[in-house]
């Protein structure tokens, strides 16, 4: 017998369903699929990704949870509170098949102290973002935003090519293992530190990554070679953040660009400490968390202090979404947020618009329903030339993992279109099964987190956190498959409220209404929370496509 620790489970593929409908069926294979070892970072522990953001609270919730899904009604909603079912009620057709929340705490008592006080009771989860609200495919939802990040990083400061440059960074876990191959793509070289060498060997397997050592004259060699003849090479360096990057200062190495991806919103679970091995991290946590804690955050501060000055010597330095700049400044380093987040400094412009990280999967296992896909892309938006070479690049360089899904940045009404037209191929028959379609819960109008998606906001309303919940709201309102609220994704307990859609395309009258409705309000939520905030672009986002606003600015 399968030891209950040790079990694995796999994501259900084909056109025979065990679910009363294909809805439930799309949530039902969704969370396997979240769960397939191909997509989680620790499948037997149920943890997904970023840290110890789980699917389900244990391997019980899980078994209820499937039975309820085989048992759901086309008319009935099912609740679960932190991974766990706790009910079931008659709703109607149109209204969401699942309701999720997570983590969620009164904001007196937000904090990892509190929340690891009630997970040991069993009584919650860390949801994550896409973890606990089952919609994460892979490394592959975050490559686009890494990939659209670094772009937009190259086209400010590089006249739109990474060629010739050397990037420096950490965490090579279940996102920031996206962070090698977006490099790649944008035609620059990358180091990438991480602690754990299985974590690097993963990279290698799914090609994210193109070649790995432990020694960092090794490491040294590669990138100034590759760097030198102008081309584009990943490379996995097996150490730890804190202690690699002041070696690399005390060489005076020039890096071009500095960020990091360690998960260090998550001191205890998810950053090692400088000085000890996996094996010991391990013990200490287990034996005195406290001090784990303690020496964790110790290191943070000491990976801070060398990207700072890096920074001062010329490198472009910015907060990949971890709060690292936070925990440093907690612990003495005063000028820590001296560098800035990713969201302010290359991504805002674009949630103004409503564009954020739009996802689909493909419920056959089909491969093929994914190319039919990559074509509609092409076929709706020919004009669009970064999103095609996407496009290109992702069929030739992605590995898929668990379900054949695809991600691209799509603003408002670019996803409507996009949602409808994949209904369209369900209902002709032209995909082999319905497709799913959602979004990371980093997007523009889903999230207060005043570290990262809200940071800096112009009229300074970054912890605002009634734009989240209004999403949630709205877009049950409107009809999603499963709708999500979560607290502390990405930034970790205290420091973030966000929600998740998704919606199912079976090719019925009735999807095609709930998407027209869902596909809308979701990224419309993006243009009027930045409109509100004073934004010129999402005010002529608004205009361009007649979004209501009672009390338009200017
Ligand atoms: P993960 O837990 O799967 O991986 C973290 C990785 O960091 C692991 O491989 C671990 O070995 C490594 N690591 C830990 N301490 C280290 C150290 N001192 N030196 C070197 N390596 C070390 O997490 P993930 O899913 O990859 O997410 C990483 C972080 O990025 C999280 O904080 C997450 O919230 C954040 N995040 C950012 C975005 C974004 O768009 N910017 C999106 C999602 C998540």
Not at 110 to 115: I, S
Not at 231 to 252: C, D, K, P, Q
Not at 294 to 308: F, P, T
Request: proline residues 4%.
């Amino acid at each position: 017998m399968v030891k209950a620790d040790k079990r694995i489970v796999r994501v259900k593929k084909g056109t025979e369903i065990e679910c009363k409908g294909w809805e439930q069926e799309a949530v039902l294979r969704m969370l396997y699929n979240n769960l397939d070892p191909e997509v989680a970072e620790i499948p037997e522990e149920l943890v997904v990704y970023g840290g110890i953001g789980k699917a389900v609270r244990n391997w019980e919730s899980f078994d209820a949870i499937v039975r309820s899904l085989r048992e759901l009604e086309n008319d009935e909603t099912l609740l679960i509170q932190s991974g766990k079912p706790v009910g079931k009620f008659r709703t109607h057709t149109a209204a969401p098949r699942v309701l999720l929340s997570n983590s969620v705490l009164v904001p007196k008592w937000a904090d990892w102290d509190h929340f690891h006080e009630l997970d040991k009771k069993g009584l919650i989860m860390y949801g994550q973002m896409t973890a606990g609200s089952w919609i994460y495919i892979g490394t592959q939802g975050i490559l686009q935003g890494t990939y659209e990040t670094f772009a937009a990083l190259a086209k400010k400061h590089y006249n739109g090519s990474l060629k010739g440059t050397i990037t420096l960074t950490a965490g090579l876990g279940g996102m920031g293992g996206a962070q090698p191959l977006a490099v790649t793509m944008n035609g620059g070289v990358v180091i990438a530190v991480d602690v754990d060498e299985e974590r690097i060997d993963k990279r290698l397997d799914t090609r994210y990554c193109d070649v790995k050592t432990d020694s960092v004259d090794e490491a040294l060699l590669m990138a100034h070679e590759a760097r030198d003849k102008g081309e584009a090479l990943s490379i996995g360096l097996l150490g730890n953040a804190a202690e690699v990057h002041h070696e690399l200062l005390r060489r005076g190495v020039k890096i071009d660009i500095v960020t990091d991806q360690t998960s260090a919103h998550d001191p205890l679970n998810g950053y090692v400490p400088e000085g000890y091995s996996l094996k010991e991290a391990a013990e200490l946590r287990g034996s005195d968390p406290k001090r784990y804690t303690d020496l964790s955050k110790k290191s943070m501060a000491k990976h801070v202090e060398a990207m700072l000055e890096f920074q001062k010597r010329g490198s472009i330095v910015f907060d990949y979404g971890n709060n690292i700049r936070q925990v440093a400044k907690d612990e003495g380093v005063e000028d820590a947020f001296a560098f800035p987040g990713f969201v302010p400094a290359y991504i805002r412009p674009l949630f103004c618009e409503g564009k954020g990280p739009f996802r689909w999967a493909a419920l056959s296992g089909d491969p093929a329903d994914i190319h039919r896909t990559d074509r509609l892309i092409k076929e709706l938006f020919p004009e669009n030339e970064a999103l095609n070479r996407w496009i290109d690049m992702a069929q030739e360089k992605v590995a898929f993992q668990g379900l054949p899904s695809r991600i691209c940045w799509l603003g408002y009404g670019e996803r409507v279109k996009m949602g409808l037209a994949i209904n369209e191929l369900v209902k002709n028959g032209e995909l082999k099964a319905p497709i799913v379609i959602g979004r990371d819960h980093l997007d523009c109008g889903s999230v207060a987190s005043p570290n990262r998606e809200t940071e800096s906001m112009m009229d300074g309303s970054d912890a605002v956190g009634d734009w989240a919940i209004l999403n949630a709201l709205i877009n049950t309102a409107a009809g999603g498959s499963w709708i999500s609220f979560h607290h502390g994704g990405g930034v970790g307990m205290g420091y973030s409220l966000h929600a998740g859609m998704v919606a199912v395309a079976d090719g019925t009258d009735l999807a095609k209404e709930r998407l027209e409705r869902v596909l809308t309000s979701d990224p419309g939520m993006g243009v009027i929370r930045h409109a509100d905030a004073g934004y010129d672009i999402a005010n002529e986002t608004a205009e361009k496509h007649g979004i209501h606003i009672p009390m338009k600015r200017g």
